[in-house]
């Protein structure tokens, strides 16, 4: 299964942009990058996901770069509600539907 | 729409004692899956099902670890016999279908095992 690589932490301010970076060097063609993010106590909630161009939706944007082997998501101003832990996941969208979940980054936004 | 429901919440047991984990899936998702959340670190798949046919269970410890879907609906996760290093977050979650990119994940069961 490919691999991802993500920071362990990051730290923001609130009504800031955030960029959490994602490296995914051993990336197939078939394989989608999926973002998800876990709040405390909470379940993961699925975030974003795209193949090759870049994706926004009401909750982040994700920017895939044109080699394919790194992604960022972008939250356009954080809030307190973000402080979460982010995780970047390849997924095979045409095979398995099986998501392999890392260690993910941790997300902390002061006021 | 109501989210993916689990019970109980918490749950501690001593070691050696059996537990079940009980989970009710978004209305009309086909797909359900488990997985296994050890403090610090992502969580991991142990079981996968869609309707109430087994898709993946290649994590699944199957000599203490069991779960069944029946009827394509509700599922239950038993542990029997524990041990310590059960203790984790057992999550739950649901899909309507596999090719779909959302999974849908309820609160999850803190089992600690002592």
């Known amino acids: 299964d490919a691999k991802t690589t993500q920071p362990n932490s990051m730290e923001s301010n609130e009504e800031e942009p955030v960029h959490l970076p994602c490296n995914h060097s051993t990336i197939s063609g078939t394989d989608y990058i999926h973002w998800y993010r876990q709040l405390p106590s909470q379940g993961p909630e699925y975030v974003i996901h795209?193949?090759?161009s870049n994706v926004n939706n009401r909750m982040a944007s994700l920017a895939i770069a044109e080699d394919r082997k790194s992604s960022t998501l972008i939250l356009h101003r954080a809030t307190l509600r973000d402080a979460a832990v982010y995780y970047c996941?390849?997924?095979?969208?045409?095979?398995?539907?099986?998501?392999?979940f890392g260690t993910g980054t941790r997300l902390q936004v002061f006021p | 729409e109501a989210g993916v429901a689990q019970s109980p919440r918490y749950k501690i047991i001593e070691k050696r004692q059996s537990v079940a984990f009980w989970c009710n899936p978004i209305s009309g998702h086909a797909t359900l899956y488990w997985y296994q959340q050890i403090l610090g670190q992502g969580p991991k798949l142990l079981i996968q099902f869609q309707n109430n046919g087994v898709v993946d269970d290649s994590q699944l410890p199957k000599d203490r670890f069991s779960a069944e879907r029946l009827k394509g609906v509700d599922s239950t996760l038993k542990i029997q016999p524990a041990k310590l290093e059960d203790s984790a977050v057992y999550l739950c979650?649901?899909?309507?279908?596999?090719?779909?990119?959302?999974?849908?994940f309820g609160p999850g069961t803190r089992l600690t095992v002592l």
């Open positions: 979650a649901s899909s309507p279908d596999r090719l779909r990119p959302e999974q849908f």
């Open positions: 795209g193949l090759t």
């Open positions: 996941i390849l997924r095979d969208d045409g095979g398995t539907d099986k998501l392999i």
